[in-house]
């Protein structure tokens, strides 16, 4: 595919074909997963700077990583399929490779944590698994070398007024899925988008900032809905396609430009113009398929399309509970599909995005369609459960993957969230220090 991304493109079949060409057998379905968390300095709680991750990267690069480099400046490692990189204020990314089921998954995190542990010792290092930073003001957080950063902090704003803290203040896990076809991309794509608001809901861990409640359960999803080039894609409530998809993509404004190592901003010109040849600094040239799935990933949307589709609604929590998300989505999705796309499949765009606009606020309490979210978390864990016992993939131990679900069964039975235990947590002390290395030490049982 490396060869094949450098073809120029000719015509928008291409761009079709592209997505066709993502398309898997049954028995080649994974699950990809990338988990953000925030890097503190242990003394002031301060977001550490690019010497400390620097520092970082070289430790780690004595177990195995390999370095990547933009000019020469250390931005993240590389092993196999693993990848390791920093987010515009350091958040700290783990991006793992495509595996066969939630027990790999799992496997890889739990491996991943051990090894940072004694690193982040070492570096003097505090870590915080919430999905927005409760302590630091976006004005005193440190900023991040990569050139693409640079020129995104000055544009996202002018799109939406919250797009500088998503950059900077947000953390998140991302679960990738494959597609067996068109019509299966279409399938899982809608269930992806219109379990958004129970996505929120059921997921959040970020009701603090700069040091107090903010109102929200998920605030991270309320600045990712005022984010520029973010929300729920307008083509979601229609019938999708491949073509379609493609026609939305290419329509955005270009973010930036990556040609031969070297980033160009952006002077309001979509990637349509761009395929007939008509942006200006480039004199007519064309681009690759590099170029466009480069395209892709500046597309914020809770759901989006390379040649995976990536489900992005969740705040990021701890590695006691990581496994929790992707085995509920891989349920749904690997396992329920068809019973629970029955069910969405003729929801209101309206309702959706009502409740989408709810969840942060209200979580398991918004409304949607005369019920509180909390009853349509009971359905849905029910579905994903089914489908789990249906994939029967077995650990060592004999069992399945429904052990996973663990957390998100206490959620819908105690009827309360992380958020809100967290909430709960806050108010007897007035003090967040217990979000620091909460790996370790949050007692609520299940995390």
Same mark, same amino acid.
């Given at each position: 595919?490396?060869?094949?991304?450098?073809? @120029?493109?000719?015509?928008?079949?291409?761009?079709?074909?592209? %997505?066709?060409?993502?398309?898997?057998?049954?028995?080649?379905?994974?699950?990809?997963?990338?988990?953000?968390?925030?890097?503190?300095?242990?003394?002031?709680?301060?977001?550490?700077?690019?010497?400390?991750?620097?520092?970082?990267? #070289?430790?780690?690069?004595?177990?195995?990583?390999? &370095?990547?480099?933009?000019?020469?400046?250390?931005?993240?490692?590389?092993?196999?399929?693993?990848?390791?990189?920093?987010? &515009?204020?350091?958040?700290?990314?783990?991006?793992?490779?495509?595996?066969?089921?939630?027990?790999?998954?799992?496997?890889?995190?739990?491996?991943? %944590?051990?090894?940072?542990?004694?690193?982040?010792?070492?570096?003097?290092?505090?870590?915080?698994?919430?999905?927005?930073?409760?302590?630091?003001?976006?004005?005193?957080?440190?900023?991040?070398?990569?050139?693409?950063?640079?020129?995104?902090?000055? #544009?996202? &704003?002018?799109?939406?007024?919250?797009? @500088?803290?998503?950059?900077?203040?947000?953390?998140?896990?991302?679960?990738?899925?494959?597609?067996?076809?068109?019509?299966?991309?279409?399938?899982?794509?809608?269930?992806?988008?219109?379990?958004?608001?129970?996505?929120?809901?059921?997921?959040?861990?970020?009701?603090?900032?700069?040091?107090?409640?903010?109102?929200?359960?998920?605030?991270?999803?309320?600045?990712?809905?005022?984010?520029?080039?973010?929300?729920?894609?307008?083509?979601?409530?229609?019938?999708?396609?491949?073509?379609?998809?493609?026609?939305?993509?290419?329509?955005?404004?270009?973010?930036?430009?990556?040609?031969?190592?070297?980033?160009?901003?952006?002077?309001?010109?979509?990637?349509?113009?761009?395929?007939?040849?008509?942006?200006? %600094?480039?004199?007519?040239?064309?681009?690759?398929?590099?170029?466009?799935?480069?395209? @892709?990933?500046?597309?914020?949307?809770?759901?989006?399309?390379?040649?995976?589709?990536? %489900?992005?609604?969740?705040?990021?929590?701890?590695?006691?509970?990581?496994?929790?998300?992707?085995?509920?989505?891989?349920?749904?999705?690997?396992?329920?599909?068809?019973?629970?796309?029955?069910?969405?499949?003729?929801?209101?765009?309206?309702?959706?995005?009502?409740?989408?606009?709810?969840?942060?606020?209200?979580?398991?309490?918004?409304?949607?369609?005369?019920?509180?979210?909390? #009853?349509?978390?009971?359905?849905?864990?029910?579905?994903?459960?089914?489908?789990?016992?249906?994939?029967?993939?077995?650990?060592?131990?004999?069992?399945?993957?429904?052990?996973?679900?663990?957390?998100?069964?206490?959620?819908?039975?105690?009827?309360?969230?992380?958020?809100?235990?967290?909430?709960?947590?806050?108010?007897?002390?007035?003090?967040?220090?217990?979000?620091?290395?909460?790996?370790?030490?949050?007692?609520?049982?299940?995390?």
């Amino acid at each position: 595919m490396t060869n094949k991304l450098s073809t @120029l493109i000719q015509n928008k079949s291409q761009l079709v074909q592209y %997505f066709t060409d993502g398309i898997k057998k049954n028995n080649q379905l994974r699950i990809g997963v990338e988990h953000e968390k925030f890097l503190f300095n242990k003394i002031d709680l301060k977001k550490i700077d690019y010497d400390k991750i620097k520092n970082v990267f #070289e430790i780690l690069k004595s177990k195995g990583w390999k &370095p990547q480099l933009e000019k020469d400046k250390l931005v993240g490692l590389k092993r196999e399929n693993q990848k390791i990189t920093t987010e &515009p204020g350091f958040q700290y990314e783990l991006s793992g490779a495509p595996l066969k089921n939630i027990h790999l998954v799992c496997s890889e995190n739990s491996n991943h %944590f051990s090894e940072l542990k004694g690193v982040f010792k070492a570096a003097n290092i505090t870590t915080s698994s919430i999905a927005y930073d409760p302590f630091n003001k976006l004005t005193d957080i440190p900023k991040s070398p990569k050139e693409r950063y640079k020129i995104m902090t000055a #544009e996202m &704003p002018k799109g939406g007024k919250l797009s @500088l803290d998503m950059m900077y203040k947000t953390a998140g896990i991302q679960i990738n899925y494959d597609y067996i076809s068109e019509k299966d991309f279409e399938k899982k794509f809608k269930v992806g988008n219109y379990l958004t608001p129970l996505t929120i809901a059921l997921f959040a861990n970020s009701p603090f900032s700069e040091n107090k409640f903010s109102g929200y359960l998920s605030y991270r999803s309320k600045v990712w809905q005022e984010t520029s080039r973010g929300g729920i894609m307008p083509i979601t409530f229609e019938q999708v396609n491949f073509e379609k998809y493609v026609d939305y993509a290419i329509n955005y404004p270009i973010l930036f430009l990556k040609k031969d190592e070297s980033y160009h901003p952006p002077n309001g010109q979509t990637f349509n113009d761009y395929l007939n040849g008509n942006l200006k %600094f480039l004199k007519g040239e064309k681009p690759t398929l590099k170029d466009f799935e480069n395209h @892709l990933g500046t597309i914020f949307t809770e759901i989006r399309l390379k040649q995976v589709i990536e %489900f992005r609604s969740l705040d990021t929590c701890n590695f006691g509970c990581i496994c929790n998300g992707p085995s509920f989505f891989t349920g749904i999705i690997y396992g329920s599909l068809d019973e629970t796309f029955e069910i969405i499949k003729n929801w209101k765009k309206q309702e959706v995005m009502e409740a989408y606009f709810n969840a942060p606020k209200q979580g398991l309490n918004t409304i949607f369609q005369n019920k509180k979210l909390i #009853e349509w978390a009971k359905i849905f864990l029910d579905l994903s459960k089914k489908g789990l016992e249906k994939r029967n993939e077995l650990n060592k131990s004999g069992n399945n993957e429904t052990i996973y679900l663990k957390h998100l069964e206490e959620i819908v039975n105690n009827k309360k969230t992380r958020a809100e235990m967290l909430v709960k947590q806050f108010n007897k002390t007035n003090d967040l220090k217990f979000l620091v290395n909460n790996e370790e030490n949050f007692s609520y049982s299940g995390f």
